[in-house]
């Protein structure tokens, strides 16, 4: 136990000491402010180039209608379809051709040389189904004005029933705290257990291994190294969380709008962190036993990418699943289950806490995550022990079952 | 001081070693000799107790092998390794402190080590900012901090210069005078030959021959002397007295080697001899490590 200590300690502080881990600590949040606002930024002012549409109509009833906007500037084309098709060819303008029959038909053609943008596309097809909706509006006898002063708007105030009594809760701030929580587990996930796989390899490359298990039981030192790791990354989130406490005590009121900031206090921060611990704890135990495996399997580090895969896939899946269908259906049967099987359990489960979850099933997917990783850790362990004295061999998958047989 | 009993080690379909038994005195030098792939390491790792034996057991000093003995073994494996990037001062604390030192402890050893090897402008430096020579220099003493009883050395001198090899030679014969036993394990057996007290050979997962190395010599000699004389023109041939069995014609000198009959001294040989020719040396030809092991291991072969 006292060396086990020491080789969290040593694990530890090799890499808190780092100036990679302060450069670490400081920069992701700034960087992650940054690109926040620079996508804010793009958005925003991005897409400003102006595209040009000559129109030729045999209709006449169109061309008067369009409505020029900020992207898009609509002229009449002064000569015929063939000439307009010619000059298309070299100013890269795009010729909207819409003939006679496009009430019946309804078709028209759009003339490039490049492709048009899916943007330029649905905005014109929805001002000439406007134009033509209205227009048919009219021939029916309808009147315009009556039917815009008709315009029902109604919101979901949506209340929940607790045990303080009703809370008002916004569901797009869960949805974005749902996906912040994916995104971040899911890199932590990767980011520190390849530090684990790394740390294995370069104890076994550089043959420091044999000299430290002549001193300690193997899985002492495969323990010590995960737990130390662990710790390096519970601290840098625990920083960033002070961090971004100050940053936001002295900016918000300025940064942020009032309404994000009443979402965000709909949404309950404290539980969601204490979650988010247990489950970067619970996930990153999980699967840094199994990156310690495959670290002690192989010499160098491109030798891990067949063993690499099995591992990331179910991470993939469930982050793929993550965002196309857990965080839209939050209490289907699929999402419970994803939620509680271990593998998948940690990404899963973040993503559906923000929307509400019962207690049950926080808890079982707790304890079977607790289960899972005391799994993969005796599996990883039985494979280590043989794995990080064992060189220059190609090893596979037939190979680390035998191992993971081999009597003490 | 160690005793090895009927070992056993089976990995998936190779057996690495067979019903090894030794015993190592306290305070000797013991050579733990044999060809690559025979089975040292493999029985070097169960008394470290990186792995366990199948069947069998090991006692240091009458006691079971336990946990309690990790402190008192000091182990140079043959693939040599530190960690790259640590200080070595620290590094060499925390490897102590692996071995069960405490901290105090720690820094007062690596201080002492540190001085008498001559490295205390090392201790602030990185692993991988040194020469080869001198990570070899800072792995031995990472192998002797803690004072082990037994310092077990995997293939010691391969890796260093021959002004190293030397210092470290000079080191390992003092702390065997303070009383710590030593074994070496090796494959080239003529390089520990003038070290050590006792010797076991392995060959092949199975020991083959142990004990004095006195006594091994002493019953493989078989009345076998050379001699160096000057007097080229007389043809020494076999006699009554002995059998020649080599001849060597040297620049000045002639050389026999001649293996003697039943009952017959070399004082009797040399009576012959000496009117005859001008001796100039005598030498009894005593077989190598080397030539006992290959005579052993041929032997096996040919019972088989």
Redesign the interface.
Known sequence: MR?TL??IQ?EYL?RVKKKSFLLMTFLVPLLFLGMTALVAYLTKTGGDAITQINVIDETGSFLNEFKNSKELIFLPASQNLADAKNLARQNQDFVLYIPQDIETNGKVQLISEKKASMFVMSEIENQLNNILKYKQLRNAGIDIKTLESINPHIKIEYKELTDQGEKDTNTSAAYAVSFAAAILIYLCLFIYGSQVMRGVI??KT???????????KPFQLMLGKIIGIGLVGLTQFLLWIILSSFAAKFSSSDLLPNSILSAIQTVPVGYIMVTFLIYFLGGYLLYSALFAAVGSAVDNETETQQFMFPITLPLLFTYIMAFSFIVNNPNSTLSFWLSIIPFTSPIAMMVRIPFGVPDWQLYLSIALLIVGFILTTWVAARIYRVGI?M?GKKISYRELV?WFT??? | MLKIENIAKQYANHKALDNVSFTVEKGSIFGLLGPNGAGKTSLIRIINQITAPDEGAIYINDERLNSSHIGKIGYLPEERGLYKKMEIGEQMIYLARLKGLSRKDALQRCNYWFEKMEMQSWWKKKVEDLSKGMQQKVQFVATVIHQPELIILDEPFSGFDPINAEIIKNEILELNKQGATIIFSTHRMESVEELCDSIALINKAHKILDGRLKDIKNSYRNNTFSIEYIGGEINIQSSDLFDVIKKYQTQETQQIILKLKDKIEINDALHYLLPLVKIHQLTEVVPTINEIFIQQVQGINSYA
């Open positions: 060396k020491l080789i040593r090799s370069e104890e550089s043959r420091i291994v044999e000299v430290v298990i002549s001193s300690v004295l060189y035998k081999y009597k003490e």
